[in-house]
């Protein structure tokens, strides 16, 4: 993915250039962090700015953290208890209206997902220190120890790829302000080390969201491991959850201010807050503005592609096409001539037969996410309605599935190739080139994985 470039500023702007966007510096952080350092020093500085007029929910000592801690788990696992038992109630899904919002949700929230734990990464060159053990131990447990099945990066993009949701540059810049903020402090930890801290605290926390959108996915027949493994390794007893609060004290200075520390932790934590949530991207999904979206994009590449022979309401497909913003009379017209047939099973839609089954005419024109979009667009009410005999769900084929156990000679060589390098290194090189690729841009790759193995056993 190409680095996004900044644009060219006036004359008068030019000593004092506007930071990058969100989306821009994201990109840049992970293509080539060194020049973007001073643009991420920028960009989080007026964050913390923003995080500081915050009200804060922290205790005003911290010594109190670990009450917080629990405090704060027993009020989301009783929120979540009655959540279920409305459930059982009969009350709907609280997320996801249908499948095709939860995966909406799934997309919304990769900027973030696909830098998980970055935060930590600028702690590394401090492992020996042991104030810092909780965090780097932390960090090897986001990257699953080097193991593929529990990195949690690997295991986001297996779900982005699943699902054909990879696309993600077309999201707004406020989906990219989380994940923009995890890659500063990541690579700025050196001068922001207490709102490392603060971030960490806040952002390992047990959230109610979490819980819920775990049980909603499965409910949907979506994988929901990745957020089930949350669920489990935050814990307020011996997980992240607990380790965020213990790293306060741990690093808390005993000469010094430490209450000026205290409050950098407190204006860290606060940035949790800011940029889009994941319950905002949840209540920012509308299907009909969604399946435009998608249907526009899809016309940019479309518009003379069709011939002439049809025609609805006297108008060819490429002339329907030919202009952006006429996808919502073009649908209404289609339902008019009757070929798409609202609150119906889409079974019975002509355009829908078009599109999906492997000898339909536009096999292969939308993609998983897609097709989901427009089968519960069509549907409507009669996925809500309760008609027996019928599946509740459309799940596509998967034309993703792929065997990730890669043959062993195509997939050892980048790992065999930095074994023969480490031989040749002494232990300061070997330590600092095993942290250079267990970067949040390398992690997840074959020699980040094997990096991440070897700097494991330097903690045992």
């Given at each position: 993915?190409?680095?996004l470039?900044?644009?060219?500023q ?5 000593l004092q250039?506007s ?16 020049p973007?350092?001073?643009a ?8 913390l700015?923003k ?5 804060c929910?922290?205790?005003d000592?911290?010594?109190q953290?670990?009450q917080w801690v ?5 009020r ?7 959540y279920?038992?409305t459930r059982k109630?009969?009350q ?5 209206a249908n ?6 949700f ?8 696909l ?11 401090q ?15 986001e990257l ?7 990195n ?15 696309d ?7 989906h990219?302000?989380?994940?923009a ?6 690579h ?5 080390l207490?709102?490392?801290i ?7 926390q ?13 409910e ?8 089930q ?5 935050d814990n ?7 380790k ?11 000469t ?5 520390f205290?409050?950098r932790?407190?204006?860290g934590?606060q ?6 949530s ?23 590449v ?5 011939s ?8 060819t ?8 913003g ?21 079974a ?14 536009m096999f292969?024109?939308f993609?998983?996410y897609?097709?989901?979009l427009l089968?519960?667009w ?8 309760d008609?027996?005999n019928r599946?509740r ?11 990730h156990?890669?043959?062993?000679g195509?997939f050892s060589?980048e790992?065999q190739?930095?074994?023969q390098?480490l031989?040749t290194?002494?232990?300061n ?13 390398h992690?997840?790759?074959?020699a ?11 903690q045992?």
């Open positions: 993915m190409p680095m470039s900044l644009p060219t006036p004359q008068a702007d030019r250039p930071p990058p966007s969100p989306t821009a510096l994201y990109l840049g952080l992970q293509n080539a962090p060194e973007s350092l001073p991420a020093r920028a960009f989080l500085q007026e964050q700015n995080a500081a007029k915050l009200t929910d922290l205790p000592s911290p010594e953290l670990g629990i405090a704060g788990n027993t989301t696992t009783q929120a979540y208890r009655e279920l038992d109630q009969g709907p899904r609280r997320y996801f499948r095709a919002h939860a995966l909406f799934l997309r919304g929230v990769a900027p973030t997902k830098v998980d734990g970055s935060w930590l990464y600028g702690v590394l060159p492992w020996q220190d042991l104030r810092l053990h909780t965090l780097v131990r932390t960090y090897l447990e699953g120890e080097g193991e593929p099945e529990q949690h990066v690997v295991l986001y993009k297996q779900l982005l790829a699943q699902h054909e949701l990879e993600i540059e077309s999201l707004s810049a406020a990219f302000v989380q994940g903020q995890q890659l500063a402090l990541g700025l930890a050196t001068d922001f207490p709102e490392l603060g971030y960490n605290l806040g952002y390992e047990l959230p109610l969201h979490l819980l819920i959108t775990t049980y909603e996915l499965n949907l027949g979506i994988d929901p491991y990745y957020f493994l949350h669920v489990t390794i307020a007893d011996t997980g992240h959850a607990h965020a609060a213990r790293a306060v004290l741990d690093n808390l200075p005993v010094g201010d430490a209450q000026e205290y409050q932790v407190r204006r934590y940035l949790n807050e800011l940029g889009l994941s319950t905002g991207v949840i209540n920012s999904f509308n299907l009909e503005q969604e399946l435009h979206r998608v249907l526009e994009q899809k016309a940019l479309a518009r003379n592609m069709h002439d022979f049809c025609r609805i309401e006297g108008r497909i490429n002339e329907w096409l030919s202009q952006t006429q996808i919502g009379d073009f649908l209404a017209a289609l339902e008019k001539r009757g070929w798409i047939h609202r609150d119906e099973d889409p019975q839609s002509r355009f829908w037969q078009l599109v999906q089954g492997n000898r339909a005419p292969g024109v993609s998983a897609e097709l989901q089968h519960d069509i549907a409507g009410e009669w996925l809500i309605n008609q027996p599946p769900r459309f799940i596509p084929p998967n034309r993703n599935q792929q065997d156990r890669a043959r062993a195509d060589a790992q190739l930095l074994e390098e031989r290194l002494d232990d090189s070997r330590t600092q080139r095993l942290i250079e690729l267990m970067s949040p841009a992690h997840y790759k074959p980040g994985l094997l990096a991440t193995r070897l700097f494991a056993r330097l045992a």
